[in-house]
């Protein structure tokens, strides 16, 4: 088994950095747990493939570990990312632009904090702009860092929604979230094919109804 140093969440941390940046903008709890290391989150895999009934040792299992915990640095890469960061740069020359701007069908890959089973979706988002728009792909990266972190469907919608506020300031934002959780379809009541629908409206998507059914019938076409 490879050795690794420990990892502490000191102040010098650049998690640590990221996730104070997200947790000052109210993006996340406080969080005061010392991160254990990778050999230490390679054993904790071993003791649940045991518990799964399995014996760790043979020889399909024994790199199992290692896979499962390079696979969890990739799901839950989102702790380690700043969504205002992503949205700083701002571009002014839209020549007086004064419609929606709008993102359809963004994959979300999540997992519920629940389960943390996989739920697996499309975000819609759009949002009113003022004077300043924000480059398009960086809204697909918002979604994507929230997405990687554990998740409810209602949290993760409302952080986009709000990330998006506090950094653009436009006149409002819309963001419509679709997925299936696997917690509900693998598990559970094991029912298949229910997809879970949330929404969250600010500014005139909230005050102009009209826009917001513009909005939702973008989502649908
Ligand atoms: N509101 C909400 N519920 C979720 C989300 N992800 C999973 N859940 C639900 O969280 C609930 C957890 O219920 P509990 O009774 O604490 O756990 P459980 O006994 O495993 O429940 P079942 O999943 O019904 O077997 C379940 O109803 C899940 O379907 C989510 O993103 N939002
Ligand atoms: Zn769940």
Redo the contacts with the bound molecule.
Sequence with gaps: MDSFEPEHRESNDPLVAALNATRAKGFSETINVERPTKAQAMDAVKTLLAWAGDDPSREGLIDTPKRVVEAYEEWFQGYQADPAKELSRTFEDVQGYDDMVMLRQIDVESH????MAA?LGKAYVAYMPTSKVVGISKIARVVEIFSKRL??????TKQIADALVDSLAPLGVAVLIDAE?Q??ST???HHKNVT?VTTRFTGVFKTDLALQDRFMRFCQS
Aim: some cysteine; aromatic content about 6%; overall charge negative.
């Design positions: 519920c904090e629940h389960h739920f998740q409810t469907q209602e949290t993760l959780h917690c509900m598990r559970g009541v879970t």
